[in-house]
């Protein structure tokens, strides 16, 4: 690992009690392919061997060999793009609501640019008519035109819609909110009481097998932490509200290694099955307001009276903590507002986002880390534990390290024969093209049992935990015989800002 590459390393280890030495990881110097001056490449690989090294201690923790990891920079990277890479028998699958006027930077009345998401019905509809204009970009500009950005700011939080501010790194390192950020670990970590109710088993062949997860989450930080825990073996129930809005190719590549179930929990019967799996449950992954889990009901007390040795993990934007715990947020507000869209935008004639998600993907591999971090220390000290991890968070690690710009090499065909696997699924056969796990490791190798389901393909009140023992599995996906034989749709070049985000 160069510097800046240890220093993310040395972060995470320092939040999550890692112990990993240098020697037993090894970083493939490859190149960048973002053409910004922020080292997300270096922050990639960082995180990427934290978390491989944090694999290799969970499974240390239940009996298992210690492993040496290996990360490809570049791959690693790629791995923040990881819907551009996603393919159905070949053919790129894309679409999805991100792509909506909406979605922009526009410029208030007193000069200021904000960043809007309107990705959901709910949060696009609420923005239009706020602002009683048509779905268009003009229109929006117009309305947006005609209103401060303190007011603005201060009604969306009141109607529970999505916005943020840009600033400059600096002026954000002296807002409440980012103080408030600033003084909390990337990864924070909890202990309640030493109850020992629950005691994992010696592992056999996979560092998570017969861990059991519960994921109540939506795109895409929280969903990806737990396909992360999936494919270290861990039994993953993935709970979605039938009512609730839902973004398909997002779905598609979140689910891989999960039973994805359909909840209501405003039922009585919902909210009782919803119980019965808490009761059983190593870890509870929430990516909504922690308000919304006590309006059900469960809050912290209720839930450690429940399962006094759960692991809850909380993904959301902006912290349980300061004037903006409660508001909701998304990968471009969290770059906005943290100052990344400046230095992203500099030398261009608009606002610019960074070509990557670190955000998201990177909060999803930290909560990860954090959940596995609670595991394995629950296993001496028992315990209920919290895990919190914000998008602002991740987002202030990587601007964390000195700018640089390096020279960037674009996407190509060639990048798409060396990452890519396929892997067969229960959806009448098909195949998924997707990039291979970013974390080498050299004794269990990642991977999901499972391709991707649809929402709601498994039975509710049947579907439970799978019962051990736990048969050692097959690698279940390949080197990609569609990327060598070309791909329908691939993305290739520097940067994918104007995919994730049209530009003000």
Known sequence: MNENQQKIYNAIADATVLKTSYDRITVEQTPT???????VADFAAGLFSAFGASVAEAGMSRGLPGQDVTVDRRHALLHFNDPMYHYLNGVAIRGGEIEVPVNSFYETSDGKWMCFNGA????RNGILNYF????????????????????????????????????TYAEWLEHPQGKAVAATPVISIKRQGDAKNRILPEARWRPLEGVRVIDITHVLAGPWLTRMLAEQGADVISIRNPNFDFLYPAIFGESYGKKQIFLEFKSEKGKSRFTELIKSADVLVWGFHYPALERLGF?????????????????????????WANRKGWEQLAQTCCGAVVLASEGRSQNHLIGALPCDFGTGYLGAIGAMSALRQRQDQGGFWTVD?????????????PLAKEDAVPVSNEDMVKYLVDQKSNLN????TRLAPGAQLSGTPSFAATGPAILGAHDPYKTGWDQPPFEK???????????????TGVLTGCGHEDIMLRKG
């Not at 959901?120 to 949060?123: A, Q």
């Not at 056969?429 to 998924?432: E, I, L």
Request: proline share 5%; with cysteine.
């Open 299 to 323: 809050s912290l007390e209720n839930l450690k009276a429940l399962n006094p040795n759960l692991v809850l993990v909380h993904e959301s934007a902006y912290g349980a903590i300061g004037p």
């Open 120 to 123: 959901y019905s709910h949060l």
């Open 429 to 432: 056969g098909a195949t998924f």
């Open 389 to 401: 991890v914000t998008l602002v968070g991740t987002m202030m690690l990587v601007l964390s390290l």
């Open 473 to 487: 599995v097959s690698l279940s996906h390949q080197p990609s015989v569609y990327a060598r034989e070309g791909l």
């Open 33 to 39: 392919f973002l053409q910004d001056p922020i080292r």
């Open 132 to 167: 009683d204009v048509a779905n268009n970009m003009e229109a929006i500009a117009a309305g947006v035109r005609k209103h401060s950005s303190a007011k603005i700011e201060q009604d969306f939080e009141t109607l529970g819609l999505c916005v943020a501010p840009r600033h």
